[in-house]
């Protein structure tokens, strides 16, 4: 799961929307069985689902992943009986908010695999951080169970759950706070913090602002409703050429100062350290592999 910046939500029940997912240049679909399914129509979406999944995949087509109902609801063992098959990647569990949640999830997946045949651990889990007691368990949510390889933020249900207007600002100021925290969460476990959908489906300016912002705040990947928001969300979560130019630059610059006994440089105008350095080596390594399709 190398790549991991454009996560797209699909209904379970298109057949039409399943096989255009399936062939678009996202990172990773979630085949949905959650809000984008009315409760009347689960029932014959997870046949549909479980078909999907066992697809042969061609290369570099997207993870496969399945976003389930929440851990709560009478749903979501019917969901885990019908979609754990050969095929399935992982999960996205909805309204997570306690590390037990998360325990009862993979101790299901783990008795699943086992009757099935399937690699012990092969299935993992995004965790979907959308209520404020979500937010503050975070931090043990991301630590609950190897996995567990991600949190993401589900901003419309977090916006309902604290009492945000229905409109949110361009610039979403109301959710820094909880972004961060998110982004911060992911990082102390060592998993991947994915950002929240850009509502408007046609403003392509705002979710390309929006997910410049993500980025800057530390996010590595931004979820999505709408195909036509998989280019700008993959072009800004890409190293530029420029970026990649720069590091390149630098850890020559830097592994040279090392090797003559020099800590710290001073590179293009700028202070550079270790720390700067692992930045450059990482950036590097994300876009190499993009480029090789990891």
Not at 50 to 72: C, D, E, H, K, W
Not at 135 to 156: D, N, Q
Not at 193 to 199: L, T
Not at 246 to 262: D, N
């Amino acid at each position: 799961m190398d790549r991991m910046r454009s996560w797209m939500f699909v209904p379970g029940n298109s057949h039409k929307m399943i096989d255009k997912a399936y062939g678009s240049a996202a990172d990773a679909i979630m085949l949905d069985l959650e809000d984008g399914v009315v409760p009347e129509m689960k029932p014959a979406a997870r046949p549909i689902v479980a078909a999907a999944l066992q697809r042969p995949a061609a290369p570099r087509s997207p993870a496969r992943f399945v976003r389930v109902n929440g851990t709560q609801t009478p749903d979501q063992p019917l969901d885990l009986d019908a979609v754990v098959v050969p095929g399935l990647q992982g999960l996205t569990v909805p309204k997570v908010e306690t590390a037990d949640e998360v325990r009862l999830v993979a101790d299901r997946l783990a008795r699943l695999e086992k009757e099935r045949g399937l690699k012990d651990g092969s299935v993992r889990l995004m965790l979907a951080i959308e209520t404020a007691k979500g937010l503050f368990a975070a931090p043990a949510l991301a630590a609950a169970s190897p996995r567990v390889i991600g949190l993401m933020f589900g901003a419309e249900d977090f916006s309902t759950d604290v009492g945000l207007p229905t409109v949110r600002t361009g610039i979403a100021r109301e959710f820094l706070y909880a972004r961060s925290q998110i982004v911060y969460a992911a990082a102390s476990a060592g998993v991947i913090p994915v950002d929240a959908v850009w509502p408007d489906l046609k403003d392509l300016d705002g979710v390309r602002r929006d997910s410049e912002m993500a980025r800057a705040l530390g996010f590595l990947g931004k979820s999505m409703v709408h195909p036509s928001h998989i280019d700008p969300i993959n072009e800004t979560f890409t190293p530029s050429h420029a970026e990649v130019d720069f590091a390149r630059g630098l850890i020559a610059e830097f592994e040279k100062a090392v090797r003559g006994g020099t800590g710290s440089i001073s590179y293009a105008g700028k202070l550079v350290d270790r720390p700067i350095y692992a930045r450059a080596v990482a950036t590097v390594r994300l876009s190499d592999r993009i480029a090789q399709g990891a």
